[in-house]
């Protein structure tokens, strides 16, 4: 039972590049959600998607794009990474918006 | 708009009680709830109270809800080194669509 897996664990980018962070449960779940999480700033909302075909903006969408691509996957893009992106990035899912799963996170460090 | 604060830092010794305090701004909201995150790992619900009740007990968890002072407590008796985690306290946005989460309060529990 895998729940929310989210790839890579662990990722380095140099300023500029892009890249996408993957997503995917297999609850059956309609929402699903991005948040990334700073030391001392908890967990802030970049993008969520209430159901296959739809996203919304968060708190802190700027820098950052979201694919629904289909029920199980979630993914978020950054298309030119800046150091100001540093973060550990989750993504989560639920079948109602308060009782999320999230995953492990991943590490993203931006030089 | 919506914003829950909590203290960052609580230190208790093997136990103890700890007490982790949240106060948050939307009064509509229905819910309350407390995730809990260990260290490399993503959030998990840890429990929740509806806003019409003052308490909530599960087990050595109680969670303690003044309505009037829109303050939230989550009281974890006989405190283990097991415990030491990050708990954040969480509502629902306005349009009910997605968590917003406190900055975290850091437990260290110590022997």
């Known amino acids: 039972n895998a729940g929310v897996t989210q790839t890579p664990k662990f990722q380095v980018l140099k300023t500029g590049q892009s890249m996408t962070l993957q997503c995917a449960q297999d609850m059956n779940h309609n929402s699903m959600y991005w948040y990334r999480q700073d030391p001392g700033m908890g967990l802030r909302l970049i993008y969520y998607?209430?159901?296959?075909?739809?996203?919304d903006k968060g708190e802190v969408p700027n820098g950052y794009n979201v694919s629904r691509l289909n029920k199980r996957e979630f993914s978020l893009r950054l298309e030119s990474a800046a150091p100001s992106q540093t973060s550990v990035y989750f993504c989560a899912s639920s079948k109602r918006p308060d009782e999320a799963f999230f995953g492990q996170g991943t590490r993203l460090t931006v030089v | 708009g919506e914003d829950v604060e909590q203290s960052l830092f609580l230190s208790v010794r093997e136990g103890d009680s700890s007490v982790i305090n949240c106060t948050y701004t939307?009064?509509?909201?229905?819910?309350l709830y407390w995730y809990k995150q260990e260290p490399g790992a993503g959030l998990q619900l840890l429990t929740y109270i509806f806003s019409n009740m003052d308490m909530k007990q599960d087990q050595r968890l109680t969670v303690l809800l003044n309505k009037k002072d829109k303050h939230l407590s989550l009281r974890i008796a006989d405190t283990q080194t097991g415990d030491s985690a990050i708990y954040f306290c969480?509502?629902?946005?306005?349009?009910?669509?997605?968590?917003?989460f406190g900055k975290g309060t850091t437990l260290s529990v110590s022997s």
């Open positions: 939307d009064s509509s909201s229905t819910y």
């Open positions: 998607s209430a159901s296959e075909g739809t996203t």
């Open positions: 969480a509502e629902l946005n306005q349009a009910g669509t997605a968590l917003i």
